[in-house]
């Protein structure tokens, strides 16, 4: 067989003998290999006679997935194998062509694809606010792939509507509003999450504008602390707004919006002859993770009639702990609020949910009722439709990942998950905080799990020219990342924050870290850095 060139008797031939019930086990993986270099897509599924090869096809392509896995997991493995970009292009054939390639080229490239991409399961990954690799999560973003249909109607997604109804209510009722009442849709992240928001507070404030447009209104301004998520100004700019109508409130050293000078700008606005429509309250900023005032920012909302949003969609997850969830105290009177369980609850990318504390806006704010997809003379009750409240038509299923871990894990257990992450980060806050070498970026243990902090290496920490000393310190974090990706042994990000140079930001909501991990990176930095 390994003789025979791929002409089509030969190919034939083979096939009958490779798929025959008799040798379909016992035929040594090699030439099972070999079979892929003569077959097509064609050859699948909905190919006649396909099922055998289709099920061979997929088996291989979950052994590298299981492989790729179980590696990720692998402490002795790296983090990254990274490449320059020329260079990965020039790597591996990237291209595409007219003629198909084989299902063996195929399995190539998805080796490929994994042998260069970032490991976000591994437990030394701490780069982004989402990582981790959860197995029942994993298991439901399959499933849904293969279900593969869409979120706009229950005729389409019957189970998945009514799992989304119910995890919605579910969040409902731990923000505090009263029987889970409102509304609610998982959007793909938090910038659409927190856009609907925007998008809702203005039609509430005047209606008219959906069908007339925002010349029928006046100037509107929206508020958010100057440590927000820049989501705000790009909402502001896609529904027409204008990020100059974003007003951004100063934030104390803590990155916490200041009260006294919201209101303050508040009434600046409307003498100006604006009107104030939304506010954006943020849970857990991305850099300091920070908790903005959210009782005292209730009160002004209330006072001056603003529609008051949390954006949660880094810390709203600490509403899931007994423990933490005071941090969010005042979330019960937001009329909104941004929660993306793919960050701190570790649900695969992505999963993102905007709950809405009004029901019924949704739908007035954003239906078109297209007679085609939402017809009226359906047999069951309409309100599970729930594409015409959405930005979207069409709408990946993002709740079964949740729904499904949620249901193994109990909310229990992800108290338990968010509690370890939080209970790491106090670790590496202790650990380092009067460390030698390293020197915090604001006083006090943290309120969420970021970590800012300055390595200053021996070649910068004794030096006594404060311009100097800062402009060389502002170099070190971005040196320092570069040696961890090519090493590959770890990966965490850095930025500067207004006045303040480079620093790394830890954040940690892996759930596979350990303290062993943490001291890892400690050690790391300090290892890469000692040159500096």
Not at 2 to 9: E, Q, R
Not at 54 to 74: C, G
Not at 99 to 125: G, M, N, Q, V, W
């Amino acid at each position: 067989a390994l003789t025979i060139k791929n002409s089509g008797s030969a190919k034939n031939d083979i096939s009958a003998i490779i798929y025959s019930p008799l040798n379909e086990a016992i035929l040594p993986h090699a030439i099972i290999c070999y079979f892929n270099a003569l077959l097509f897509f064609t050859d699948l599924l909905p190919a006649l006679n396909g099922d055998a090869k289709t099920m061979n096809f997929l088996q291989e392509v979950v052994d590298i997935m299981l492989a790729y896995i179980v590696e990720s997991f692998d402490r002795s493995t790296k983090v990254i194998d990274f490449h320059y970009p020329n260079e990965l292009l020039q790597r591996n054939n990237w291209e595409l062509s007219d003629e198909p390639e084989t299902l063996d080229d195929i399995l190539i490239s998805c080796r490929a694809t994994l042998k260069y991409a970032i490991k976000t399961a591994h437990p030394r990954y701490f780069n982004q606010l989402s990582t981790g690799l959860d197995m029942v999560g994993l298991a439901a973003d399959w499933l849904t792939s293969t279900a593969n249909t869409n979120m706009f109607t229950y005729e389409v997604a019957p189970v998945f509507v009514l799992l989304e109804y119910v995890t919605l209510k579910k969040m409902r009722e731990i923000i505090g509003w009263q029987d889970g009442r409102g509304d609610g849709i998982f959007s793909p992240g938090g910038a659409i999450s927190n856009m609907y928001a925007m998008l809702l507070a203005r039609y509430k404030m005047f209606p008219e504008v959906k069908e007339k447009g925002m010349s029928s209104v006046p100037r509107l301004v929206a508020f958010t602390s100057e440590h927000s998520h820049f989501s705000i100004k790009k909402g502001a700019a896609a529904l027409g707004i204008g990020t100059e109508s974003v007003i951004c409130i100063k934030a104390d050293e803590r990155g916490k919006m200041i009260p006294s000078d919201l209101e303050r700008r508040i009434i600046e606005a409307k003498q100006k002859g604006y009107v104030p429509f939304f506010v954006s309250a943020t849970a857990g900023t991305t850099v300091y993770g920070a908790f903005d005032p959210l009782m005292a920012i209730a009160d002004i909302c209330k006072k001056h009639d603003i529609w008051m949003h949390v954006d949660g969609a880094w810390g709203g997850s600490l509403l899931m702990s007994r423990k933490h969830r005071w941090k969010l105290n005042g979330v019960e009177r937001a009329n909104s609020m941004t929660w993306n369980p793919h960050k701190m609850m570790a649900v695969p990318l992505q999963c993102s949910a905007l709950l809405v504390r009004e029901e019924g806006l949704m739908q007035s704010c954003n239906q078109m009722q297209a007679c085609y997809l939402f017809q009226q003379d359906k047999q069951y009750d309409l309100s599970y439709d729930t594409g015409d409240k959405a930005l979207q038509c069409g709408r990946h299923v993002d709740i079964f990942k949740l729904w499904l871990m949620w249901r193994a894990k109990g909310t229990i257990g992800f108290e338990a998950q968010i509690d370890k992450c939080l209970e790491l980060s106090e670790y590496l806050y202790n650990k380092i905080k009067d460390r030698e070498g390293y020197e915090m970026v604001f006083d006090g243990k943290p309120q969420h799990t970021n970590v800012c902090f300055w390595y200053l290496p021996p070649g910068v920490r004794y030096l006594e020219d404060k311009v100097e000393k800062m402009k060389r310190l502002h170099k070190v974090a971005p040196v320092i990342k570069a040696r961890m990706m090519e090493y590959g042994t770890t990966m965490v990000s850095y930025q500067p924050q207004g006045d303040k140079v480079n620093f790394f930001r830890m954040v940690i909501s892996n759930p596979a870290a350990t303290f062993e991990d943490i001291d890892f990176l400690i050690e790391e930095i300090e290892r890469l850095g000692q040159d500096l």
